[in-house]
């Protein structure tokens, strides 16, 4: 090799399933969990043979990133509590302004809504989901100590955030958009 010919570094399998991973919350954000995986292997830039051999079926690329994106949300929800004890601020509204933050992220939004909508017919999907859901409620209990009936509400209205984040109805000047965002952007 000669000296001004530059060296390629090599990616890892984990540094590549990570790379896949990233451009499939792209293509199935934009077309659903549903997106064939050759359009995942053009967008990741690797042959549909080398996606398969990062994950052997789609249904193992589809469950990693759901449990990619779920983990996403769970970190952040572990931040935002672990900040708010340390200054003193209220707990559920801190969790609230993380899951608002996460909410600017389409991709990942989508990626949660293409979720939910498989669940009845994909029982990993719907399983991944429930234990997202579990280890959520857990760790929102735990955190903050709220009653059953705020949790739920914390939750009822995360969901209200998501319907409006991807209707991109916050801000829209129509009143109906107006009465279900209310306060809305200041924390699920």
């Not at 004890?85 to 992220?105: F, M, P, Q, R, W």
């Amino acid at each position: 090799m000669s000296p001004a010919a530059t060296q390629r570094t090599l990616s890892t399998a984990e540094v590549r399933r990570e790379e896949l991973l990233t451009a499939a919350a792209r293509v199935y954000a934009e077309r659903g969990l549903h997106a064939p995986t050759t359009e995942v292997a053009k967008a990741a830039g690797i042959s549909q043979a080398y996606l398969f051999r990062l994950f052997p079926t789609k249904a193992d690329l589809a469950l990693a990133l759901i449990d990619r994106s779920n983990e996403r949300i769970h970190a952040a929800f572990t931040a935002a509590a672990a900040q708010a004890k340390a200054t003193g601020a209220d707990v559920l509204e801190a969790l609230g302004e993380a899951y608002t933050a996460l909410l600017g992220d389409r991709e990942l939004l989508l990626v949660q809504l293409h979720a939910h909508a498989a669940s009845p017919q994909k029982p990993a999907i719907r399983d991944a989901m429930r234990r997202c859901f579990a280890r959520l409620v857990a760790l929102v209990e735990r955190e903050s100590g709220a009653a059953p009936e705020e949790i739920r509400a914390f939750f009822a209205m995360g969901m209200l955030l998501n319907v409006l984040a991807a209707l991109d109805a916050t801000g829209l000047d129509a009143h109906w958009a107006e009465v279900l965002a209310g306060d809305c952007h200041e924390g699920a």
